[in-house]
């Protein structure tokens, strides 16, 4: 073999380990994806739409395992002040998320994600014959409400005082799930929840629209807590709720577009 060709054959061999390292970085690179433990907070009106989300997600990510708390707005953002372990805190107002980044526990910027609006709750055919907030004020009625700290509960206070009548309900609910309950249950005529948690509710419950010069528009942040355990999956998953596929499935749920 003469020099030249040695040369070349080094070259050539030099240049093929290069090529297939890069390759096994890339193949690497796209095989390690989104992997971990995701956990989110979550309001509580969430519960369906963001246990569909989080099975597409992982469905997409199958390294990723996604867990999630729901509850109220303001019990969760003050878990996380506490040390609660979260990735993720998706809140049903901006007053609760902005709890979170005025702590400085946030780690990204907060987006809102989806809309709602608010509906009054009755039992299947609507027996009571409700038609509007103003009926609520009906003493004869078992009308149940969010409590005034939680979203829901502010939300329905707002509703009250725009339509200008008075209610006095007759226990006043830890969360919205608390009030779709009391209803589907048959110990309540009527509540105040979100349109979304009608719908979820199905053939269990019906709902009295309330018009939109009294209604109240419910805008939900999501972002990032600065104590992030897995801050990739944790980016990872709002990406997903932003994107078509998991606008696409707030859709169905009711939940309206930001």
Same mark, same amino acid.
């Given at each position: 073999?003469?020099?030249? @060709? ?12 290069? $090529? ?41 990510? +199958? ?28 809140? *049903? ?30 039992? +299947? ?8 907030? *103003? ?33 006095? +309900? ?45 209604? $109240? ?5 999501? *972002? ?6 897995? +801050?990739?999956?944790? @980016? *990872? ?9 998991? @606008? ?11």
């Amino acid at each position: 073999m003469t020099k030249t @060709q040695r040369l070349f054959l080094s070259a050539s061999v030099l240049l093929g380990f290069m $090529v297939a390292s890069c390759g096994d970085d890339s193949s690497d690179s796209s095989a390690r994806g989104t992997s971990g433990d995701v956990v989110v907070f979550a309001a509580t009106s969430l519960t369906a739409a963001f246990t569909e989300i989080g099975d597409a997600f992982m469905a997409e990510n +199958p390294d990723t395992n996604v867990t999630f708390n729901f509850a109220a707005s303001s019990e969760l953002v003050t878990q996380i002040g506490e040390g609660a372990p979260v990735d993720v805190y998706a809140s *049903a107002d901006l007053s609760n998320m902005t709890k979170l980044t005025d702590a400085g526990n946030n780690a990204t910027e907060p987006v809102v994600f989806a809309t709602n609006v608010l509906s009054i709750i009755v039992g +299947p055919g609507n027996s009571k014959g409700i038609t509007g907030v *103003a009926d609520l004020a009906n003493d004869d009625l078992i009308v149940v409400v969010c409590a005034p700290e939680i979203p829901c509960g502010k939300y329905t206070a707002q509703i009250f005082e725009n339509a200008g009548v008075t209610v006095t +309900p007759k226990s006043l609910e830890e969360n919205v799930k608390g009030v779709v309950s009391k209803v589907t249950l048959g110990e309540a005529d009527a509540g105040i929840v979100y349109v979304t948690d009608v719908t979820a509710a199905g053939d269990k419950a019906a709902g009295v629209e309330i018009p939109a010069d009294i209604n $109240v528009l419910a805008e939900y942040p999501i *972002a990032m807590t600065k104590e992030a355990g897995n +801050p990739e999956g944790a @980016q *990872a998953f709002i990406d997903f709720v932003n994107s078509a596929r998991g @606008q696409e499935i707030l859709a169905t749920y009711g939940f309206l577009a930001p």
